[in-house]
């Protein structure tokens, strides 16, 4: 494992071999292209400022209504309540279409003390159950910046 930082919003993830860092804002890490995907998996770490008095459920409701409004063919399969480092945050699972692609799209939601977090992990349809450990080690090695 790697531990990478980011540097401007200070959180942490612990990077498993083969993944790397493809994109800085919005942070995004991928697995390298060493096995034949239909198209490259992705993890993108999103962070927004945190309204006084917004409860994780709020947070989690008002987040997946952008993404019905625009992902294509939005379904939620599954929403459960988890923790992420000891602190509460919700999973959540959904498919899209983008293109002629089915794609899985789970997530880790958590909030911080002046931010909301979303850990986005994606990948083709086909090819989820190749990647789910990984997107999960992903998610248990995630430490939102205490800021």
Not at 23 to 37: F, G
Not at 104 to 127: F, P
Request: charged share 20%; hydrophobic share 45%.
């Amino acid at each position: 494992m790697l531990r990478y930082r980011h540097a401007e919003l200070g959180f942490t993830l612990d990077l498993p071999y083969g993944m790397e860092v493809i994109v800085e804002l919005p942070p995004t890490v991928a697995l390298e292209p060493t096995r034949d995907w239909s198209f490259q998996p992705t993890c993108v770490v999103t962070a927004e400022p945190r309204p006084p008095g917004l409860n994780l459920e709020a947070w989690v409701d008002a987040g997946w209504q952008i993404q019905e409004e625009r992902l294509f063919a939005a379904r939620l399969i599954d929403r459960q309540a988890t923790e992420i480092g000891g602190a509460p945050a919700v999973q959540t699972l959904a498919h899209h279409t983008v293109r002629d692609h089915a794609v899985t799209l789970e997530q880790w939601w958590l909030l911080g003390a002046t931010r909301g977090w979303a850990l986005s992990a994606s990948c083709a349809t086909l090819d989820y159950d190749g990647v789910t450990e990984l997107f999960r080690t992903l998610a248990s090695g995630f430490e939102p910046s205490s800021a």
